[in-house]
């Protein structure tokens, strides 16, 4: 870049920075508050509170780059054609595409950046705080145990504890299930602990015994040095542990396990989740080029641009709303795979044509008025 190119480019960069470092406190500050139940349910530390609150970051700020983009881009063009430094510096031979390219640097670098938290960065970020969130969840299956009395974990199912340490580690445990008026248990062991499995908490019951009453009413005792007792049953199923399509790296998604199909019931919601982490990345440079053709395509007008930013505004949220739509339709239907790269696509060329096409359209109506007149 020369130096003119350089001195648009920071005009540029400076408002990104500030938008994106604002949409980004926006979104901690909405995160925040979504999980405050972490420390008013579970009376959890502010360290937890914060690692949850950071772990999901990534995908929100990759969510509002192409906005703060878009903002930047209105933002540092206004600035440099309200004092006419665009103006001259193309009234000294800089090219439209000279005047552009600080603007498409920009966007190329921040849909790469974009791009790089998709695939990487917001996967690696999601299966952590999922992990965190399970652990943290989980553990309220001991905090369900108070010391020396009786707890309904469910209707049916009756829990006591002699002693509690907290940490999921009890003592003199007796356990009445009659979920199953057929199949009336009653364990009793000298110990417990809870345990988080791969995708279910369990108790694990040392040294004890079993009594069950059978249909016909006789009672079987058996002794068990260990026994694991599902405690799935009584944890909210949406806090069963595994990984939803947004904490799966892109091979994962495309090349999904039958663990992975069984959870989406199908690989539609896989593949739409893959394309749009692909896609997504494009709408920095799709809403960055809208920005820019509110004050590039026709002529300069020394009123202002008031109505071609208004304008851009509309288009570019209709752009990303359309986006958002498809990429839900696709969840359904993967033809629609296709429309979420077709929309970005059509846009910069649409941006594109606006910026350029007008003088092209100018040129030839002036061409064609000389001949009239000759």
């Not at 005047?99 to 498409?104: D, I, T």
């Not at 790469?112 to 553990?139: C, H, K, W």
Request: with cysteine; aromatic share 12%; net charge neutral.
């Amino acid at each position: 870049m020369i130096l003119v190119q350089r001195y648009m480019f920071r005009q540029l960069l400076m408002p990104f920075v500030t938008a994106a470092t604002a949409f980004a406190a926006l979104a901690l500050l909405t995160q925040s508050l979504s999980n405050i139940e972490f420390i008013s349910n579970y009376r959890e530390t502010a360290f937890t509170f914060i690692k949850v609150t950071f772990l999901a970051l990534p995908q929100l700020v990759a969510l509002l780059s192409p906005f703060a983009l878009f903002i930047a881009v209105l933002a540092g063009m206004s600035r440099l054609y309200s004092d006419s430094e665009a103006t001259v510096a193309s009234a000294s031979g800089l090219s439209r595409w000279g005047v552009l390219s600080p603007v498409f640097r920009l966007a190329v670098l921040a849909a790469i950046l974009n791009l790089g938290v998709n695939l990487f960065i917001q996967p690696l970020a999601y299966q952590e705080m999922r992990r965190s969130v399970y652990e943290l969840r989980t553990d309220v299956a001991a905090s369900l145990v108070r010391p020396g009395e009786f707890a309904n974990l469910a209707a049916g199912v009756t829990l006591y504890a002699r002693e509690s340490d907290g940490n999921g580690r009890m003592a003199d445990i007796f356990i009445h299930d009659a979920r199953d008026p057929d199949e009336v248990s009653t364990y009793a062991a000298r110990e417990g602990i809870i345990v988080r499995g791969a995708e279910r908490p369990s108790m694990v019951l040392i040294d004890g015994n079993v009594q069950q009453v059978n249909e016909a009413g006789e009672l079987n005792f058996l002794t068990f040095d260990r026994y694991e007792f599902d405690l799935g049953d009584f944890v909210d199923p949406q806090l069963i542990f595994f990984f939803k399509e947004s904490d799966r790296f892109l091979h994962e998604l495309f090349y999904p396990d039958a663990t992975a199909l069984a959870r989406a019931r199908g690989s539609e919601r896989l593949l739409a989740e893959a394309h749009y982490r692909l896609s997504g990345p494009l709408y920095n440079i799709a809403l960055a080029l809208i920005a820019a053709a509110a004050y590039m395509s026709g002529p300069h007008s020394r009123m202002g641009n008031s109505r071609k930013v208004v304008v851009a505004v509309a288009v570019a949220l209709t752009v990303r709303l359309s986006g958002f739509a498809v990429q839900s339709a696709a969840s359904d239907d993967p033809m629609y795979n296709y429309v979420q790269y077709a929309i970005p696509i059509l846009a910069i060329a649409c941006s594109l044509v606006m910026i350029w096409g007008w003088r092209i359209f100018s040129k030839t109506r002036n061409r064609d008025a000389e001949a009239v007149t000759a």
